[in-house]
Nanobody, 126 residues
Framework: VQLQASGGGLVQPGGSLRLSCQAS????????IGWFRQAPGKQREWVSW????????VYANAVKGRFTIARDNAENTVYLQMFSLEYEDTAVYYC????????????????????WGQGTQVTVSS
């Protein structure tokens, strides 16, 4: 079981990036995929999650309206499309997987996830 996060990079404020989280060794159908981020000197922060079977997505207030989470079943991949990036979005971004079936609040806590990807760096800088 493995999650591979990729797509990070350096982008100017107002720019866009798309992060990918590819799963291998298991099918995503009965999971929730979450994205978290951790900036230097700060605690890990939940960003968004998507329930694969019905595409229900939830976003943190800090990214609502700017980020979009989506799945590609054929590729067993979840994407995090990030628009209008701000300096405050600079962080290492991690994807994680948790079994579906819990209430929505369950998935904002990283400790409730079973599998984690290795992280990808996003730097917003002029």
């Amino acid at each position: 079981v493995q999650l591979q996060a990729s797509g990070g990079g350096l982008v100017q404020p107002g720019g866009s990036l798309r992060l990918s989280c590819q799963a291998s060794g298991f099918a995503l159908d009965y999971y929730v995929i979450g994205w978290f981020r951790q900036a230097p000197g700060k605690q890990r922060e939940w960003v968004s999650w998507i329930r694969i079977r019905d595409k229900r997505a939830v976003y943190a207030n800090a990214v609502k309206g700017r980020f979009t989470i989506a799945r590609d079943n054929a590729e067993n991949t979840v994407y995090l499309q990030m628009f209008s990036l701000e300096y405050e979005d600079t962080a290492v971004y991690y994807c994680a997987a948790a079994k579906s079936g819990y209430n929505t609040g369950y998935y904002v806590y990283g400790d409730n996830y079973d599998y984690w990807g290795q992280g990808t760096q996003v730097t917003v800088s002029s």
